[in-house]
């Protein structure tokens, strides 16, 4: 069971359990719900396997609406015991009470079609690694069915699981014959994937070639189908991405940014905006609703060459549990000293009047450093911890592009009769300076030292020189050439050279896939890291300039006789959001909107380009949060500067 059953199916047995009461008697709305539940639904039900009833998913979504109205109430009462609300706060207020129960019912609903949505779009980038290692069986040993447990048993990957339940069906009888288990197979992929369906018809047929040559032939051209429908999936989700993406930069990064200029000036108008109403706009409201959208559009986008993952048993995370605790006390003493300087500074006298008390005045708000005590905080944390899976990521990288020339060499002394560790040892001097070259060295030590098994000298848990390469492309090659070299060396080492062929042609379309979604990756990373911060110092500058003018002409138009006051409206001009949000408050409620945007930004980008992979997404935050902040620092003040003049 994964992570998405595990707490969906949990949260419904619970939810069915505590709130059957709000559906009456259950046995009749069981039926009711079997009655009217949609085919849709249920094939969701049965695709992602989830072990639960409609009735309880409906009670599920029930029961989420009533829990999250009781807490949006809450916070109400807490918000009005705690603040004073204008009209417009209020009406925010109650839109989000409505809404966000309604939204998620709405989602705990229609949540396994969503899931199914994702495991079906996910699964399509699983084919070109299942049908890697389905072509590679096959070249060593004709047996389809020998094939496919050889793919599910070395892939971590979802669509693995559907051939062990292949596999299943043909121990059960299910089918009479491995052809008809994989026809059916095959038509039920094709329904999502039409090449995936022609590459397994053009596997299953060459088990009838007579000619051994024509069948590396049929083989070679079904893995060919593969890798150029991936290729052609990934261009089109690329082509796809245009539209969405400037939605994303224009509606939900750069206009709300330019709108910070405009929320002084609205109370020449006798709209006042006070600090809730500023919170729910930019703290919750709009990131919720750029997060939402970025994910969105991450959900279309195929799962391709998903990232090792590392245990923390590795030899280079030894004490990672007491490095991630230092990394905690660390970034919270920092943060906290940066977060406390501001009010350090002026408890001593703010000297050189670096800390601003009003509107234009001073070099930085008091509540600046608030915003780059977050950042430090973050940024120390996401340095600290994942650095390490960050070394050991590329270093898995390296390895798996030096792995396919390293093979071929392999594989070139394995044919010319060279023992298994005198082809290891020349492979080694060949890599040399390599990481590759140090890894085949350990086998070759292994094998001559310790006199092991090659199996052994490979993979052995506690000597193994593949051990700590968390790399399943990788240890499946191995696990093949392990298996090829019990037959002839020259047929061993023909072998050998077309898995490294195989693995050349999947970087090949990585590569092509990353070159293809890089217009979009560098300018999501751009907009994080300098043009969003850039629109947003200016801006918050800008929005200071009209609140110190509009202070000024409140203060000059007091001044004024009665009957040129238009009835009061000069006099009340600045007066409308200086009362209830001073500048340094506006100041931090923008910094928080920029960091959490930030923060959106980064995850849609690396999600674009490599998929969830949580410590790479945690390492470049750690590196653009403080690029980004700092691009704020310096534009707000360098513009605040300049517009001083202005008023």
Excluded at 72 to 78: A, E
Excluded at 83 to 94: G, M, N, Q
Excluded at 334 to 355: E, K, Q, R, T
Excluded at 601 to 615: C, M, N, Q, S, V
């Amino acid at each position: 069971m994964d992570e998405y059953q595990n707490w969906y199916c949990s949260a419904c047995k619970v939810a069915a359990r505590h709130f059957g009461w709000m559906v009456g008697n259950t046995d009749e709305y069981r039926k009711k719900s079997e009655r009217n539940v949609s085919q849709e639904f249920m094939d969701a039900l049965n695709f992602t396997g989830y072990d639960i009833e409609p009735w309880e998913a409906h009670i599920l979504a029930y029961s989420g609406f009533l829990i999250l109205l009781l807490m949006m109430l809450i916070v109400d009462v807490i918000l009005f015991s705690v603040a004073r609300y204008e009209t417009s706060s209020l009406t925010a207020v109650a839109v989000c009470t409505a809404v966000v129960p309604l939204a998620g019912m709405a989602y705990l609903s229609e949540y396994p079609k969503i899931h199914a949505k994702f495991m079906k779009i996910h699964s399509l980038g699983d084919i070109p690694e299942i049908q890697s290692y389905i072509v590679m069986s096959m070249k060593l040993v004709s047996n389809m069915e020998r094939a496919i447990i050889f793919a599910a048993e070395n892939s971590t990957k979802p669509l693995a699981n559907d051939l062990k339940k292949l596999i299943w069906d043909i121990h059960i009888r299910t089918f009479s014959s491995i052809d008809d288990a994989l026809i059916t197979f095959a038509n039920q992929w094709g329904k999502n994937s039409e090449y995936f369906k022609r590459s397994l018809h053009l596997v299953k047929s060459s088990v009838n070639e007579p000619d051994e040559a024509q069948r590396l032939i049929t083989l070679n051209k079904s893995l060919d189908i593969v890798l150029d429908g991936t290729k052609t999936m990934m261009e089109s989700f690329s082509a796809k991405l245009r539209t969405p993406t400037y939605v994303l930069y224009s509606i939900f990064i750069l206009i709300p940014l330019a709108l910070v200029a405009l929320i002084p000036a609205v109370s020449i108008v006798g709209v006042r905006m006070d600090t809730v109403t500023l919170v729910l706009i930019y703290v919750i409201v709009l990131p919720l609703a750029t997060f939402f959208y970025s994910e969105y559009i991450l959900l279309q986008r195929p799962a391709t060459f998903a990232p090792p993952h590392i245990s923390d048993r590795h030899p280079d995370l030894v004490g990672i549990s007491s490095t991630k605790k230092m990394s905690v006390v660390g970034a919270l003493i920092v943060g906290a000293f940066v977060g406390a300087s501001g009010y350090i500074l002026l408890f001593m006298g703010n000297p050189f009047g670096i800390i601003s008390q009003e509107a234009m005045s001073g070099l930085l708000p008091l509540t600046f450093p608030v915003i780059w005590a977050i950042t430090s905080i973050i940024t120390i944390y996401c340095l600290g911890v994942y650095t390490p899976y960050k070394k050991i990521r590329d270093a898995i990288k390296q390895i798996e592009s030096e792995f396919a020339d390293a093979l071929f060499i392999l594989g070139r002394r394995i044919s010319e009769g060279r023992s298994a560790e005198e082809a290891f040892g020349h492979t080694s001097e060949t890599m040399k300076g390599a990481k590759i070259g140090e890894i085949f060295a350990d086998v070759s030590k292994n094998l001559t030292g310790i006199r092991t098994t090659l199996h052994g000298a490979i993979f052995n848990e506690e000597y193994g020189a593949f051990r700590d390469v968390y790399s399943d492309r990788v240890h499946t090659t191995m696990r093949m050439f392990t298996e090829s070299v019990h037959k002839s060396n020259e047929a061993a080492g023909m072998a050998i050279i077309k898995l490294a062929d195989h693995l050349k042609e999947l970087q090949e379309v990585e590569d092509n896939i990353k070159r293809s979604l890089y217009d979009v990756t560098s300018t999501m990373r751009a907009t994080a890291m300098i043009f969003a911060p850039l629109i947003g110092g200016v801006t918050l500058a800008l929005s200071e300039v009209i609140q110190k003018i509009l202070l000024n002409i409140s203060k000059e138009a007091q001044h004024l006789p009665d009957e040129f006051d238009f009835g009061g409206m000069m006099k009340d001009a600045g007066t409308g959001m200086a009362q209830s949000v001073p500048p340094d408050i506006f100041l931090l409620v923008i910094g928080l909107y920029m960091v959490i945007l930030v923060i959106i930004l980064t995850r849609f980008a690396g999600g674009i380009e490599y998929g969830g992979d949580k410590p790479q997404f945690m390492y470049d935050l750690g590196q653009m949060l403080p690029i980004s902040i700092f691009v704020f620092t310096a534009t707000t003040i360098i513009s605040r500067y300049l517009f001083s003049s202005m008023v």
